[in-house]
């Protein structure tokens, strides 16, 4: 792509999907933890806050930026949505990442509410979730399989 605002479009994509990603990598961590805490105490309320924090501060304007300037990408090469395949999934698999910041943003409704409708367990599976999305991505981004 020639267009100059092209190349920082693409960084500033980047560096929101790596904010974002560190967010989904971290917020499902700070469930298994206050699992382990009871409600009411210091260090849940203490969990409450960073939960709130890091989805509200972090997680929410760099999913929104991955999001508005991936499309801007988009409209700026719209050859990109004809005959290939990986973006396709590539978008599928950013779908399913929005899907698991849309579970994590109830379960952090429910902890700061001292319901704890999970086991720890599901939490560390849930934490995985992301993890595979984002390796399907970069490898559906860089070897382009279809």
């Known amino acids: 792509m020639d267009h100059p605002l092209y190349l920082w479009i693409k960084s500033l994509h980047i560096i929101a999907v790596t904010a974002w990603m560190a967010g989904l990598f971290y917020l499902p961590r700070l469930f298994v ?14 969990f409450k806050v960073m939960e709130r924090r890091l989805l509200r501060a972090i997680m929410n304007p760099s999913m929104i930026a991955t999001w508005l300037f ?16 990986w973006l396709h ?3 599928l698999l950013v779908l ?3 899907g698991v910041h849309g579970v994590l943003a109830k379960h952090r409704k429910a902890f700061a509410a001292d319901q704890r409708p999970k086991p720890q367990r599901y939490y560390r599976i ?6 595979l999305l984002l390796i399907g991505i970069v ?8």
């Not at 991936?70 to 395949?85: D, H, I, S």
């Not at 849930?126 to 993890?131: A, C, F, W």
């Not at 559906?140 to 279809?146: D, E, N, Q, S």
């Open 33 to 46: 933890y206050h699992c382990e805490v009871q409600p009411g105490t210091p260090e849940s309320e203490r």
């Open 70 to 85: 991936g499309l801007t990408l988009l409209v700026m090469e719209p050859g990109w949505l004809q005959g290939q395949g």
């Open 89 to 91: 999934a590539k978008l």
């Open 139 to 146: 490898i559906l981004v860089v070897v382009k399989p279809f």
């Open 126 to 131: 849930l934490n995985e979730v992301p993890t």
């Open 96 to 98: 399913g990442l929005s």
